[in-house]
Every structure is written in C-alpha cells, then in structure tokens.
C-alpha cells in the first residue's frame, strides 16, 4: 500500500531571523516528519500585515496544488481575534483572522472556513508555535480533525489593496529600498509622482541597469506594478515613504 504523501507547508512570517522559525519548524516536523517546508520569507517588517499580504497574493499561485500556508504575521496574538483555516478552491491557509490572507483566498475562491482550536496551555504571545505550527503539523500527517474547531461563515477583516485609477498605496519595501506600489505601469516614459506632502517627476526605465546612475527613477518589478527605485541606494531612505501610505502615479 503507498504511502500518503504530505503535503507541502510554506511559512510566512515577520520573525526575521530569530529562533521563532525553527522553533515552528521543529513542532511541524515532530507532528509530520514527512512533510516538506518551504520559506516564502520572515522578512517582512513587524507586524506589517498589509505588506505580509501583498506578499502572499503575489506568491501563492507559484506553488503546487494543496500546499498550506503558515502565516504568522499577528499584532493582535492573544487577543479575541480568531485563529483560522481557510480551505480555497487549490490551497489551504493557517492564520489569524486579521487581513493578512484575505486578498489571496478571495482571490482562489473560499471553499470553507474554520476556526483553529486554542489549546488552554497555548502561549498568548505565541500562537505561530501553539496554534499555527500545531494545526500545519496535524493536517500534514492527515488529521485536520485535532485542530479543526467550529465553521465560520466568513473572515471578519477584509484587507484590500485601494485601487482607483491612478491612485493606490505603497504594499511593501524590499529589503533593497526599493518601494513597491499597487499601481500598474501605463506604457507611460514619465510620470508624476504625488504623496500627501510631495510632489515630483520621475522618468521610467525597463531595468534597474538602465536606470540614471544618481536620483529615483521608477521601473515595473517582479509584481507587474510601479516601483520607485535609485540605482545602488535605498529610495526609501531618501522619501520615507511607508507600507500602506497613498500614492498616486500618472
């Protein structure tokens, strides 16, 4: 008879390099010392979970069908915010209820939602170990049931990334400086860039090598959208721009 195979498990978090990775590795691999895990990254900043989400739409689908996603990217760790399991139409996701995977199952399609089963010994600054890893580990050697608590009828916070035209939001900065919007490139040479408290003009380049040796330049990255860029420099250390601030680029 065959052995079942495991399914993949992908983590995504914002613990850096810190112990806390291992940690949940070591708790799935004791649960299903089969399965595989893969890295999607822990270098999203702090509990930024706007950008931990762009992060994720923008991964997901490069991944094999019935892989699960860990995502452990929680401020509110500990707090009435429900720990969930969302099955979509090819994937299955793990995390808290709090934005950070909703943009992705929307965008699958939510075949079900279940809440996660929170252990009375479960650690309240730690559920990517007690909750998360938990659940990943059970469902990895098939057996959902230990972890699955009630039904629910749909995700309580409903993150979007703001589209409107040409207005959108800032959704991550690369740990190049680049910063990295929502906003496609519109076959445009030049654009003009507005913030709340700026205002500038920035030429468009196909690659970063081709961009001017001084000053930001804009370029279409790996996401198909618009991002400010200065070559060998951080563009975010020059504009202090942040994940989630409104831009507009026309």
């Known amino acids: ?64 069908r019935n892989t699960i996603f860990v995502c452990v990217i929680d401020p ?17 996701f793990i995390g808290p209820d709090n934005g950070l995977m909703y943009p992705a199952v929307i965008h699958d ?17 730690f559920h990517g170990r007690d909750v998360f890893a938990r659940a990943a580990g059970y469902m990895g050697r098939g057996q959902a049931g230990q972890v699955l608590g009630g039904f629910k009828p749909e995700l309580s916070v409903k993150l979007e990334f703001p589209l409107r035209e040409r207005d959108g939001i800032v959704v991550r900065i690369d740990r190049f400086g680049n910063i990295i919007t929502n906003i496609p490139h519109a076959n445009s040479k030049e654009y003009r860039i507005e913030t709340s408290d700026l205002k500038w003009d920035l030429n468009w380049y196909p690659t970063y090598s081709e961009g001017p040796d001084e000053g930001l ?3 279409t990255g790996s996401y198909d959208t ?11 250390e020059e504009l202090r721009l942040s994940v989630g601030q409104n831009i507009r680029i026309e």
Do not use: C
């Open 76 to 92: 509110g760790v500990g707090t009435e915010r429900d720990s969930v399991y969302v099955r979509t139409e090819n994937y299955s």
């Open 217 to 219: 330049f804009l370029v």
């Open 1 to 64: 008879m065959a052995m079942r195979k495991s399914p993949l498990i992908v983590l995504l978090t914002d613990f850096g390099e810190s112990e806390y990775v291992g940690i949940m590795k070591g708790v799935i691999i004791s649960l299903s010392p089969t399965s595989r895990i893969v890295d999607l990254t822990h270098s999203i900043r702090p509990q930024s979970v706007r950008e931990g989400a762009w992060v994720l739409l923008n991964a997901f689908t490069e991944f094999p």
């Open 109 to 125: 399609g939510i075949k079900s939602i279940s809440t996660l089963v929170v252990e009375n010994d479960a650690s309240k600054t």
């Open 226 to 236: 618009l991002e400010i860029a200065v070559k060998n420099a951080s563009a975010v």
